[in-house]
């Protein structure tokens, strides 16, 4: 049997990583921090599986911003492979907690490979880089050799660890990979995202909760895949002979509008009568021309999203429509 060690597992992306290496017949240990300021819905169903918690998934208390707390179940845990998920992953926050984004985003990476590096048994290690390190690229679409220039400082933070994860790869012979992911969504996601914030407000509309849908900038651009798709290439990443960072993406480009419009049609309502846009909602730069080329990964790994845009923001109407009874 196979452990893994998961930082971030009550996110998105970390509660279905953990469903996907429990499938596989994986030991999970994940970490949360104590001051949790996220979803804490995640991992609910796990944690009330007697079959699972504490079987098969463990879970620690442990912040990235202290090593200690995070040192003592790494090292009893002894992984075959380390997936470091935690992040303060909201790039509008980042422009508010520009030191705090950096200490978690960037030297929390460090930190990690640093004690990875120092275990008995040197785990493989994947790192959760993003399409936010190329900033508003020259060209399009952006692969493994797109040059890194990050507008934002979670951008900046991503791309310090996605540095330190290749300088440990070549200095430190770790086996260490950067997964560079583009946006991936799901009814998982926080609820300060753009996707979950239309849909969620859609569905409050639907039922007579909520009068309107404020945003920001929808004319703004992502490749947007679904979180079920990234956690299985962030596995397969690990899987292969030799370590290599893979950009993980769909290669499709929508608008924000575009969400709004698909959201709105799936409970019948005419998105212009309740969408406002407010400043407060927009950001002092926001990358343009973010869509990903992963023929790399299709070309080594076998990946290929296998959910559409579409498709993925209908479940997450239903989703919140579900939640609220409607
Ligand atoms: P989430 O924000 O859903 O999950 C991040 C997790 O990290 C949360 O559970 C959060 O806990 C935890 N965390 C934050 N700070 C700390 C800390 N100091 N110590 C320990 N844990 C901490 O992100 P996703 O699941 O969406 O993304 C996973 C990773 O992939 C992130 O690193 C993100 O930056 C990156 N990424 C995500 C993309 C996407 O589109 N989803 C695209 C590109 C990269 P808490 O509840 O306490 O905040
Ligand atoms: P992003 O995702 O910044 O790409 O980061 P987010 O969903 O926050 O924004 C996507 C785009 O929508 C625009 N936007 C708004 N965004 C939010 N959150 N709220 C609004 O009201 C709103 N209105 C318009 C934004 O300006 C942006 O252009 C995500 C995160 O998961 C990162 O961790 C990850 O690294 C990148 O994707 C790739």
């Known amino acids: 049997m196979k452990r893994a060690f998961i930082t971030g597992v009550e996110g998105q992306d970390g509660s279905y990583l953990a469903e996907l290496l429990l499938a596989k017949n994986y030991e999970v240990h994940g970490i949360i921090r104590a001051s949790t300021s996220g979803n804490t819905a995640n991992l609910c169903h796990l944690k009330a599986d007697p079959q699972v918690f504490r079987k098969t998934l463990f879970l620690y208390s442990a912040d990235l911003e202290d090593a200690d707390s995070i040192r003592t179940p790494l090292e009893q845990c002894a992984p075959d492979e380390i997936y470091h998920l935690a992040s303060q992953s909201h790039v509008g926050q980042s422009f508010e907690k520009v030191e705090e984004t950096c200490r978690i985003t960037g030297l929390g990476t460090l930190r990690l490979l640093e004690m990875t590096r120092k275990l008995p048994k040197a785990p493989r ?18 692969d ?16 310090f660890g996605t540095q ?10 770790l086996f260490a990979v950067n997964g560079i992911l583009f946006n991936h969504e799901s009814p998982r996601r926080g609820e300060n995202f753009v ?11 639907k039922a007579g909760r909520q009068a309107e849908l404020v945003l920001g900038d929808t004319t703004a651009q992502r490749d947007w895949g679904h979180a079920c798709d990234y956690v299985r290439g962030m ?20 608008r924000v509008q ?8 799936a409970v019948d309502l005419e998105a212009r009568k309740f969408v406002r846009q407010e400043q407060q909602f927009f950001r002092p730069t926001d990358p343009r021309q ?12 076998g990946w290929r999203p296998e ?10 109407v239903r989703f919140e429509l579900q939640a609220l009874g409607v």
């Open 125 to 142: 290690f994947f790192h959760a880089s993003s399409s936010e390190i190329f900033g508003s690229p020259e060209t399009s679409p952006q």
């Open 307 to 316: 959910i559409t845009f579409e498709e993925t923001i209908a479940e997450m």
């Open 258 to 265: 575009d969400i709004v419009e698909l959201a709105f049609q």
């Open 235 to 254: 596995w397969l990443a690990l899987q292969h002979l030799v370590p290599e960072d893979y950009v993980f993406a769909t290669g499709r480009v929508h």
């Open 290 to 301: 973010v869509v990903g080329n992963a023929a790399k990964a299709q070309q080594i790994l």
């Open 144 to 159: 493994e050799i797109t040059p890194i220039a990050p507008i934002t400082p979670y951008g900046a933070a991503k791309a």
């Open 164 to 173: 330190m994860t290749r300088i440990y790869r070549k200095n430190f012979g």
């Open 195 to 205: 996707s979950r914030k239309i849909c969620r407000a859609v569905a409050m509309i």
